[in-house]
């Protein structure tokens, strides 16, 4: 009797826990993503789609700013977002016809233009004027004092951020997570801590970096307030680096726009702060590695791309959408290059052999990457280098082992299944187990060359 509760037991048990692992949210691959997107024929127009969209009822304020200037534009996303307004471009000498439009439609009392008469005319102020808008300008001798006094209207939180204020990617890494932190974005010079940086910074307890030091240097980071530095290789590992480093959240879609020029990544992170997500950064062409282990990690399944297929192509939707890479514009599949590796098997191995003649195990791989319009360093030590790290292989990605020597030594294919392909020194193009008792205690980790 005891001994058959004791056995129902175990099982309503089991049956729980199994219940209870099938349910909980997991890791999501870039395949299940919905993806729509906001866009215009321009950048001006690709804002006032942002603008309708987020500001569909009207706003109180907007903001203007040049649409070809980015520096005083930088900074404006965390005020835009405490002012509940969105951002319009415009032409430095007159105002365009949507943004003028958009304009009637949101009703806003007033207008706050970024940035002095070099960004934004007097043209473009008289215009709006008469529209009968209240209308305030924020600028400063240079742009680092149009960043701190855009910072003044900001309320103090204690911690500002600070990024290279003569290119664009470090702010637009963090402006969404700022601006809904309120946290203010100053600039600074690489050697130089322009004087109104640093008289702004003087109200705040903390500062976050985001650049290494090739854009904010050692001299510049040790004048800051208890400084933390988010930097990568690129702005794409910055970014990756910025979201891991400062735990930034994403709400039930995240936005993406082109990491190549400011305008959608500008306009779009004000809509991403209202909605509590952000905003990631992607290639025209490609979504690159850090930006792909991003949106894997995320539990939402929808994005949107802020921006025309000029911007972000739509070869990077493909992406998004069935999770195949893009090269060169195009999607690349993955089951393509498995199809072509396996070709090969049986091929004989062959010290130095770049060719079906015979292959060693690097020459074997950039052979089959090649056959695709992937280009491999020579050695496996320059894959590992060069390889973008993935905590879990999936199809396609190089699996990398140490045998005959310290660190990757070898190299294969991972196919799926727990397997790989490559070129044995003892059987030639073969498979194996990950969990062979010859290669799993010696694996080193993933990349991804593609």
Request: glycine share 10%; aromatic share 10%; charged share 15%.
């Amino acid at each position: 009797m005891y001994i058959f509760s004791f056995k129902r037991y175990i099982v309503v048990l089991a049956f729980v826990i199994v219940t209870l692992l099938i349910s909980m949210p997991s890791s999501k691959e870039a395949s299940t993503y919905n993806v729509d997107r906001i866009s215009g024929e321009n950048r001006y127009k690709t804002a006032v789609e942002v603008s309708k969209q987020g500001w569909s009822n009207g706003a109180d304020t907007i903001i203007i700013t040049g649409g070809n200037q980015f520096p005083d534009a930088l900074t404006g996303t965390p005020l835009a977002f405490s002012l509940n307004a969105p951002i319009l471009l415009t032409n430095r000498n007159y105002l365009p016809s949507e943004t003028k439009n958009e304009i009637t439609r949101l009703k806003p009392k007033k207008v706050i233009i970024l940035g002095g008469d070099h960004a934004v005319s007097s043209n473009v102020a008289n215009e709006l004027l008469s529209m009968g808008l209240e209308l305030e300008r924020i600028y400063g001798g240079d742009r680092y004092e149009t960043a701190a006094k855009i910072a003044e209207r900001i309320p103090n939180k204690g911690t500002a951020v600070v990024v290279y204020g003569k290119n664009f990617p470090d702010s637009l890494s963090v402006a969404a997570h700022a601006a809904k932190n309120g946290y203010p974005i100053l600039l600074t010079d690489t050697n130089t801590l322009p004087s109104k940086t640093k008289e702004s910074l003087s109200n705040y307890r903390r500062t976050i970096v985001v650049g290494g030091e090739a854009v904010v240097s050692k001299q510049v980071y040790g004048q800051l307030p208890a400084p933390a530095r988010y930097s990568g290789a690129d702005r794409y590992q910055t970014l990756s680096n910025v979201v891991k480093g400062l735990n930034v959240k994403f709400n039930q879609k995240v936005y993406i726009a082109t990491g190549e020029n400011f305008a959608d990544a500008l306009t779009g992170s004000v809509l991403a702060a209202k909605e509590n997500t952000s905003l990631v950064l992607v290639g025209k062409d490609q979504v690159p590695g850090p930006i792909q282990n991003i949106l894997k990690s995320l539990s939402t399944s929808n994005a949107t791309i802020i921006g025309g297929a000029n911007a972000v192509s739509s070869a990077v939707e493909s992406h998004l959408k069935f999770g195949e890479p893009v090269i060169d514009g195009q999607v690349f599949d993955v089951n393509s290059i498995i199809s072509t590796a396996r070709q090969y098997m049986g091929v004989p191995y062959l010290w130095g052999g770049i060719t079906p003649s015979g292959f060693d195990c690097s020459g074997y791989l950039g052979y089959v990457f090649n056959k695709h319009g992937i280009s491999l360093p020579r050695t496996v030590a320059e894959m590992w280098e060069k390889g973008t790290s993935v905590s879990q292989p999936e199809v396609g990605d190089i699996v990398f082992f140490t045998t005959y020597k310290a660190g990757p030594s070898h190299a294969g294919i991972y196919i799926g299944n727990n397997e790989f392909i490559h070129a044995s020194s003892t059987s030639g193009v073969t498979i194996h187990s990950m969990s062979n008792s010859y290669f799993y205690p010696r694996y080193l980790g993933a990349k991804r060359l593609h």
